[in-house]
């Protein structure tokens, strides 16, 4: 597997022990999060900051944390499933008034 600059310069900031993600030519910080964009219970999201011109990044296409969220999903970036109306206990069953 080939590694990227955002990698490498990744793995230089971990080993020198700061806290900030490169991403496209960019140092981002982490400022919390949010829920999850797509809807997981359970899951969420980062919120980043550019140090230098202190944008924040959402979490959109492009951007750090949907870099993030691309790497680390555990759903592989899928939606969750439709509710299903069988699985909703306060509706009457169907075919009753």
């Known amino acids: 597997m080939a590694l990227s600059l955002n ?11 700061g806290n900030l993600t490169s991403h496209n ?5 982490s400022e919390g999060g949010r829920t999850c964009p797509l809807g997981w ?5 980062a919120v980043y900051v550019d ?7 959402y979490g959109g296409p492009g951007g750090p944390g949907y870099q ?3 790497r ?5 970036m899928n939606p969750p ?9 306060d509706q009457p069953p169907k075919g009753e008034d």
């Open 7 to 17: 990698d490498l310069i990744n793995g230089a900031i971990q080993l020198a022990g």
């Open 25 to 29: 030519a960019r140092l981002w910080q």
């Open 41 to 45: 219970g359970g899951c969420s999201q």
């Open 51 to 57: 140090i230098n011109t202190g944008e924040y990044d």
């Open 68 to 70: 993030d969220c691309v």
């Open 72 to 76: 680390y999903c555990r759903h592989g």
């Open 81 to 89: 499933p439709a509710p299903d109306d069988d699985d909703y206990e």
